[in-house]
């Protein structure tokens, strides 16, 4: 606006410029005086016109250069909005993608939420499965240990018993030693008896008896009185051996 108000002003200058030299030109000189200072006054007032005009266009070329500057803002900060609604205007043209982008990554959460509810159900089966075979190589660790003890228990065993019947047929064969001496011993007394008895029979034709401890020695009875039984087996065992 102050440009084209300088514009006018100007060109209205100019035309009461012309128009006033016209009129000067028109005048006759010798119906008004020749006024000689009139271009010296016409000219000042034309280079002060002049001057003014050369102010007011700096000035205005100083306004123009700062409006262009404005301008170039303004330019710049339309730029950047027309960027920033492009940036704008393709989001929401990519507006649909990102809502199916969405909703596929919820279906997914869906699935992995599942993947992991499964995961953690295999965990637990996992741990019962882990938890048995502890169970079962401990139960087999204690049937090493058992089967390990019940050997060692058993080769005590047999260790004992082997002591045990050593020692049973040492004292076995002991007694059998002091009953044979005593057998032996008996079988001496009882052939020498039995060889009294005899040597008495032969002699007095009277089998000695032997009496209680209560009646006191032995009495002789007839061979009349004596008895013979028809079971022989003692006497026969006696005599065998």
């Not at 009953?179 to 032969?202: A, C, G, H, T, W």
Request: with cysteine.
């Amino acid at each position: 606006m102050k440009i084209r108000h300088c514009s006018s002003k100007l060109f209205c200058l100019i035309l009461r410029g012309l128009s006033g030299n016209e009129v000067i030109v028109a005048q006759s000189p010798s119906e008004h005086p020749v006024n000689y200072d009139a271009g010296a006054d016409l000219l000042h007032k034309y280079q002060t016109e002049w001057n003014q005009l050369h102010l007011l266009a700096e000035d205005n070329a100083h306004k123009a250069e700062e409006v262009s500057e404005m301008i170039s803002l303004l330019h710049h900060q339309m730029s950047e909005q027309w960027k920033k609604m492009d940036t704008i205007t393709s989001c929401m043209d990519s507006m649909p993608q990102l809502v199916k982008s969405i909703e596929n990554a919820m279906k997914d959460m869906e699935n992995i939420k599942l993947l992991i509810n499964d995961v953690e159900h295999q965990l637990l089966k996992l741990d019962d499965v882990v938890e048995e075979q502890e169970l079962q190589e401990q139960m087999l660790n204690e049937r090493f240990q058992l089967a390990v003890y019940r050997s060692k228990k058993l080769k005590e065993l047999e260790k004992i018993s082997g002591e045990l019947e050593a020692d049973h047929k040492e004292k076995v064969t002991d007694l059998e030693q002091k009953i044979n001496i005593k057998l032996k011993e008996r079988q001496e007394i009882f052939n020498q008896v039995f060889q009294q008895d005899m040597r008495q029979y032969i002699i007095s034709g009277m089998i000695p008896v032997m009496k209680s401890s209560s009646n006191g020695g032995r009495d002789e009875v007839s061979l009349e009185d004596i008895e013979i039984e028809d079971d022989t087996d003692a006497l026969d065992e006696l005599l065998n051996s």
